[in-house]
């Protein structure tokens, strides 16, 4: 089993950035190249979509179209975490932001990953 937690949401303007944070404890296998972790949002009233995902090496990462560019997925192997920079927030970003983990590949589906977070709120005021 994989547990995760997210942390860093909270409510900021439109322009401005935040870091989200998700730590992994449990059964990693962090030093695998196939094991992935992830970033899905769901906003009120939405399905849940995919944000951006990084394997645990580095070598890998993919993003929404529309978060290119904007946010960055990165991890920190001696913390076991795995974070997401979140720059030029706009209002349509507002979501409820979950952590995800992987044993494949970086994914773009969610029924790929069967280890969720609990999520934490991200709220960009205009």
């Known amino acids: 089993q994989v547990q995760l937690v997210e942390s860093g949401g909270g409510l900021v303007q439109v322009g401005d950035s935040l870091r989200l944070s998700c730590a992994a404890s449990g059964r990693t296998f962090t030093g695998s190249s196939s094991f992935t972790m992830g970033w899905f949002r769901q906003a009120p009233g939405k399905e849940r979509e995919f944000v951006a995902a990084i394997n645990w090496s580095g070598s890998s990462t993919i993003y929404a179209d529309s978060v290119k560019g904007r946010f960055t997925i990165s991890r920190d192997k001696g913390k076991n975490t795995a974070s997401l920079q979140m720059n030029s927030l706009k209002v349509e970003d507002t979501a409820v932001y979950h952590c995800?983990?992987?044993?494949?590949?970086?994914?773009?589906?969610?029924?790929?990953?069967?280890?969720w977070g609990q999520g934490t709120q991200v709220t960009v005021s205009s």
């Open positions: 995800a983990a992987s044993m494949t590949a970086p994914t773009y589906y969610n029924i790929h990953y069967p280890y």
